[in-house]
């Protein structure tokens, strides 16, 4: 030892691993304006589609004229529904177990549904060739209420069900009806209810939003003739899932597809599913013989493809006059739009949704859910949530103020009152879950010392009685949430898409000079994943983050996974990623014992490489053992440093949260202030705080642009009236509250690092404080709920209802 | 968001512009900042055949003082207001309301010709032009002509101007020395049309308003002066009851659209809360 070893600490810390505020190695490329996506791949010949979309939402398409299109210079071909006939594709499956058009297929069942495909040399041209295609409409009665969907007269909207009366999660009750998915016990529930004390039932909307990214979907496909194969560049969150998808409907040999996902500018959810534009780009590249192109504009991402939500939840509690909550009942009427194209876990009609007990032991619980069919674009997708997470998370967090209220109890002392207590773990919830780990009381008691949520309390009853002597006009609000999510989907016991196991993968290679690469099957849309993966490995291997090049994407070179979305790349991938390091580590503990002459049970592990016990002075450093691994590997080994992960996952994990927001609201113009925003997180395991904050701060900014006003609104007549970001909440940095964020640290017992995950729980969490903090500053003029979202002229009107405006 | 094919064209000065438009017809639109035209064509809503963009004559830019009056050439864009001296010390109301509008990245390209010729309902500085006394200079075949703010105006998207006459500057009389002014606009967010706007100019003497003037934009299909809520203030020190009735008084001449702002009774409230609050700021704001 001398002055030049580095000390224990200067080893660890340079390996930027686990804890680690790492800066975002992907970045370098970002901000330089060097990122790939795929609408900067260009190749030789590449022709353009663009898509005639109908202007109703719901009529019959009596016939298509493309004469005039095709005479215009440039364009190539029109494909229509019976154009994609010919090779079985006019209809597509839906993760969902629906069926979807491709094209209009005799009618149209929403607003900009796709009804004609046109390609041709440019963008341009392309355009100028929808503009002259000719569509005959009769126009049908329009269906954008959900709550009319399954009257008796309502207009029949998929005629292509008639006289099924079982769909792909059971019997259909009414024309209109998709599913009805029943959980929990509803005699038991019953029972509760009948001798509750107190009960309070209300109906609890979650409005259709959409998620939005900075970058539409889109996509190149290109098929080469000679050898029967097709490569699909796409902004895809789950690529091999997309490859499978493709060989199964389109009868290609799986490998004669390559699937590539470039650099994704954000997915949120909307990028799980397959879309009409994909299978119309592959189709005219097969055609045409040349690489079609095509993506997606503004005005087509917020209105064709996936939205989000459109829950309306009938939830009642039952509980003891002191506040003990002993029944849960909720009743769900889901709006799909015109197909089910819900990105849900196959066997899971309404995703996750029975996490709706929450954070809290109910001792009996019953939800049914029934899904229905509306003039409206197809989806469901998971916004920046494990699936129906968020409205879950709403539905039960409104909820429990609601009780307070009605109780006349202090929201945050409700709560403290019923969660499941530390020692409760693992916890099996009344609809069927078993959650892996918390300490509420702690993160809750936190959030509170941390704002000194009683001072606030205080300021609020002033505050009040200073409105009712007239002396202001500014009414205050304390949004109190406390959220449990579940994510990492998923255990292949209870989780598969199509049939597809929700396992994830991870590929490492080890180089000889003590460098590697490790190849996933997550894909990373902003996340982060090159800098986090490779931390993950520094910590297990002791190769420093920087050596470590993560690769995602190509369904060539990475071994099969199910994608990143549901928070699920930490809980599933991050163990894979763990799990394939150690294996690598246990060979290089044998090289270790072989170099050093001794027996491997004589090594011990030391930051950087192996030991032997008790003989400080022999130690052999991982970046050595990569170069044994290709020259002297013990006799009867195979040279070389390599593993592959394929990871189960033994249960869902369950991050969770106490969130805070303090809302000021002028009654007489409805404008509200977000004056102070506070976010403890409990993800388990943190890789990497930096990354966390940073995945905090952007879920919340999504959470308050959803519930102040971010939504998809459609009028009678079916049109969509929020078709831009005009109108369509798209927050600025300008009106993006200041941020606190802080956590506390419960890992997960199942999970090999302890990791949870925490890219949505911001959202899930988030928006149920600003909705509470809303509804918390009128409750005292005698409001109990007032549906989302929040913007200014809703404000106002609950303002008036309740009689504050003279 | 593709739009249709069109010919570009560039004249070097007024003369050129108005010659160009004459022979192309009404196919042909003259093109300042283009942050209203070129959006309706990327939707198709608008195809002209012919764009005429003005940015290459020089002389419809600049700011100049002409006796007791200011002079803006059509071409000078939001950001030039917001760095001007002579605005800035003259017409400060201009500089309150060019920050309101849009983003920056809107305000360097887009003109005060293209703002107040559109006749968008929307856009702010119609009813600053109204409340300041404006005139706006027309160029066309048939010579040049001066029309004032308040005759302008005739429907949305309808104005005075003929077709082949180009919009080629503003004029405003300077407001009384010691004038307070105050432009309010209700916004959902940055980028966004004004829910409900008012601007108001007025002077104080003694304690009481001496003089007042009123404009609103978007709440009615043009930018409106508010004579009547004006009146009902001057020689009063802006009391309660005075405030009420300049509100209630420009309510009444009120007519927005329900749309994603809000519906009407919503917008016509804050329109009214919006003249209050100008009115106030805007005396406290007076020497």
């Given at each position: 030892m001398n002055d030049l070893t580095p000390t224990r600490e200067q080893r660890t810390a340079a390996l930027e691993g686990m804890g680690c505020k790492r800066k975002r190695v992907e970045d370098i490329r970002f901000t330089q304006g060097k990122g790939n996506y795929v609408d900067d791949v260009k190749l030789p010949g590449m022709l353009h589609g663009d898509f005639v979309r109908s202007p109703h939402a719901h009529a019959r398409v009596k016939s298509i004229n493309t004469d005039e299109a095709l005479k215009v210079p440039g364009v190539l071909a029109v494909i229509t529904a019976e154009t994609l006939k010919t090779v079985n594709l006019a209809w597509m499956p839906t993760l969902a177990g629906d069926v979807q058009m491709v094209l209009a297929d005799g009618k149209v069942l929403f607003q900009n549904q796709e009804v004609a495909f046109v390609v041709a040399t440019d963008r341009y041209a392309a355009d100028d060739g929808v503009s002259k295609v000719v569509v005959d409409y009769e126009a049908l009665p329009v269906l954008v209420d959900p709550f009319k969907s399954m009257a008796p007269d309502a207009p029949v909207l998929r005629e292509d069900l008639a006289g099924k009366t079982t769909g792909a999660h059971g019997p259909r009750k009414h024309h209109n009806h998709i599913f009805e998915w029943s959980v929990g016990d509803k005699e038991l529930t019953d029972a509760a209810f009948n001798k509750a004390e107190v009960t309070i039932k209300e109906m609890i909307s979650y409005h259709r939003t959409h998620p939005s990214p900075l970058e539409t979907c889109q996509c190149v496909c290109s098929f080469d003739k000679i050898k029967g194969e097709l490569t699909i560049w796409g902004t895809f969150q789950a690529p091999h899932v997309i490859r499978?998808?493709?060989?199964?409907?389109?009868?290609?040999?799986?490998?004669?597809?390559?699937?590539?996902?470039?650099?994704?500018?954000?997915?949120?959810?909307?990028?799980?599913?397959?879309?009409?534009?994909?299978?119309?780009?592959?189709?005219?590249?097969?055609?045409?013989?040349?690489?079609?192109?095509?993506?997606?504009?503004?005005?087509?991402?917020?209105?064709?493809?996936?939205?989000?939500?459109?829950?309306?939840?009938?939830?009642?509690?039952?509980?003891?006059?002191?506040?003990?909550?002993?029944?849960?009942?909720?009743?769900?009427?889901?709006?799909?739009?015109?197909?089910?194209?819900?990105?849900?876990?196959?066997?899971?009609?309404?995703?996750?949704?029975?996490?709706?007990?929450?954070?809290?032991?109910?001792?009996?619980?019953?939800?049914?859910?029934?899904?229905?069919?509306?003039?409206?674009?197809?989806?469901?997708?998971?916004?920046?949530?494990?699936?129906?997470?968020?409205?879950?998370?709403?539905?039960?967090?409104?909820?429990?103020?609601?009780?307070?209220?009605?109780?006349?109890?202090?929201?945050?002392?409700?709560?403290?009152?019923?969660?499941?207590?530390?020692?409760?773990?693992?916890?099996?919830?009344?609809?069927?879950?078993?959650?892996?780990?918390?300490?509420?009381?702690?993160?809750?008691?936190?959030?509170?010392?941390?704002?000194?949520?009683?001072?606030?309390?205080?300021?609020?009853?002033?505050?009040?009685?200073?409105?009712?002597?007239?002396?202001?006009?500014?009414?205050?609000?304390?949004?109190?949430?406390?959220?449990?999510?579940?994510?990492?989907?998923?255990?292949?016991?209870?989780?598969?898409?199509?049939?597809?196991?929700?396992?994830?993968?991870?590929?490492?290679?080890?180089?000889?000079?003590?460098?590697?690469?490790?190849?996933?099957?997550?894909?990373?849309?902003?996340?982060?994943?090159?800098?986090?993966?490779?931390?993950?490995?520094?910590s297990e291997i002791g190769i420093p983050a920087d050596n470590i090049m993560v690769e995602e994407g190509n369904t060539d070179t990475a071994p099969y996974g199910l994608g990143t979305y549901g928070s699920r790349s930490t809980p599933v991938a991050g163990a894979a990623i763990a799990m394939a390091a150690r294996k690598i580590k246990a060979k290089a503990q044998m090289i270790a014992a072989y170099k050093l002459e001794v027996h491997e049970d004589d090594l011990e592990w030391d930051i950087d490489g192996f030991r032997v016990k008790g003989l400080p002075e022999k130690f052999m450093s991982m970046k050595d053992i990569c170069w044994a691994a290709y020259n002297s590997v013990p006799p009867g080994m195979e040279p070389g440093l390599e593993a592959v992960s394929y990871y189960d996952p033994p249960n869902m994990t369950y991050p969770f949260g106490a969130y805070l927001c303090v809302m000021d609201i002028d009654v007489d113009t409805g404008v509200y202030k977000v004056r102070r925003f506070y976010a403890l997180d409990d993800c388990g395991t943190r890789i990497n705080p930096m990354i966390i904050e940073g995945q905090v701060h952007g879920g919340l900014t999504e959470a308050f642009a959803i519930a102040m006003g971010q939504e998809i609104r459609y009028d009678d007549g079916g049109n969509v009236v929020t078709g831009s970001f005009m109108d369509f909440f798209m927050p600025t940095a300008v009106e993006t509250p200041r941020w606190e964020t802080d956590f506390t640290v419960t890992p997960s017992p199942h999970h090999p690092i302890g990791a949870k995950g925490v890219g949505e729980s911001p959202n899930v969490g988030g928006v149920p404080a600003f909705s509470n903090a809303v509804n918390d500053a009128f409750s005292f003029l005698g409001s109990t709920h007032i549906q989302m979202p929040h913007d200014y002229w809703r404000n106002w009107k609950a303002a008036k209802s309740l009689g504050v405006l003279g | 968001m593709i739009p249709g094919p069109f010919g570009y064209h560039r004249p070097a000065s007024v003369g050129d512009a108005i010659k160009l438009l004459a022979s192309l017809g009404e196919e042909a639109r003259p093109l300042a900042g283009g942050h209203s035209l070129i959006p309706m064509m990327k939707l198709r809503l608008a195809t002209p055949g012919h764009l005429v963009d003005l940015h290459g004559i020089a002389g419809l830019k600049g700011i100049h003082r002409d006796g007791n009056r200011i002079a803006i050439g059509a071409m000078t864009t939001q950001h030039e207001l917001l760095a001007s001296d002579e605005i800035r010390s003259s017409l400060p109301i201009l500089q309150e309301a060019a920050a309101l509008i849009a983003d920056p990245q809107v305000r360097y390209r887009g003109t005060i010709g293209g703002n107040v010729a559109n006749g968008d309902p929307g856009n702010d500085m119609p009813a600053l032009m109204l409340t300041l006394g404006a005139a706006y200079r027309l160029e066309g075949p048939s010579g040049a002509r001066e029309v004032m703010a308040s005759d302008f105006y005739q429907g949305a998207y309808f104005t005075a101007l003929e077709p082949g006459e180009i919009l080629t500057s503003v004029t405003i009389p300077l407001p009384a020395a010691g004038h307070g002014y105050a432009y309010e606009k209700l916004k959902r967010k940055v980028g966004d049309y004004a829910t409900a706007a008012a601007a108001v100019v007025l002077t104080m003497a003694g304690g009481k308003v001496a003089s007042c003037a009123i404009g609103l934009t978007n709440l009615h299909e043009t930018p409106l002066l508010a004579v009547d809520a004006a009146n009902a203030v001057i020689g009063t020190s802006l009391d309660a009851a005075s405030l009420k009735k300049a509100a209630a008084a420009a309510e009444a001449i009120m007519s927005p659209a329900a749309d994603a702002r809000g519906p009407v009774e919503y917008r016509k409230h804050v329109g009214g809360i919006m003249v209050t609050r100008a009115l106030q700021r805007a005396a406290h704001r007076a020497k």
């Open positions: 499978t998808v493709v060989a199964l409907i389109a009868k290609l040999p799986e490998q004669k597809i390559h699937v590539i996902s470039p650099d994704i500018g954000g997915g949120f959810g909307n990028k799980v599913g397959a879309y009409p534009g994909y299978i119309c780009a592959a189709v005219a590249s097969i055609v045409t013989g040349k690489p079609v192109k095509w993506v997606e504009d503004r005005i087509e991402n917020l209105t064709a493809t996936s939205f989000a939500r459109d829950y309306h939840m009938t939830t009642e509690i039952a509980a003891t006059k002191d506040g003990k909550v002993t029944g849960l009942r909720v009743h769900v009427l889901a709006d799909h739009g015109a197909f089910d194209a819900c990105a849900d876990p196959s066997k899971w009609p309404a995703g996750f949704f029975n996490i709706v007990t929450g954070s809290y032991d109910f001792p009996v619980a019953h939800l049914t859910v029934d899904g229905v069919y509306s003039n409206k674009a197809p989806g469901g997708v998971a916004y920046r949530c494990s699936f129906r997470v968020t409205e879950a998370a709403y539905c039960i967090e409104r909820a429990m103020d609601i009780l307070a209220q009605k109780l006349g109890m202090d929201p945050a002392e409700l709560r403290l009152k019923n969660f499941i207590r530390r020692e409760q773990f693992p916890y099996h919830s009344a609809l069927g879950w078993e959650y892996d780990s918390g300490d509420y009381h702690t993160a809750m008691r936190k959030m509170m010392e941390s704002t000194d949520y009683a001072a606030l309390r205080k300021e609020q009853a002033e505050k009040r009685e200073a409105f009712k002597r007239g002396e202001t006009r500014e009414v205050m609000g304390l949004g109190v949430s406390f959220f449990t999510e579940i994510v990492g989907a998923g255990p292949s016991k209870n989780c598969d898409i199509l049939g597809i196991a929700m396992f994830d993968s991870c590929e490492i290679r080890m180089h000889p000079t003590g460098a590697g690469i490790a190849r996933m099957g997550t894909k990373s849309q902003g996340q982060g994943h090159e800098t986090t993966w490779a931390q993950i490995i520094a | -």
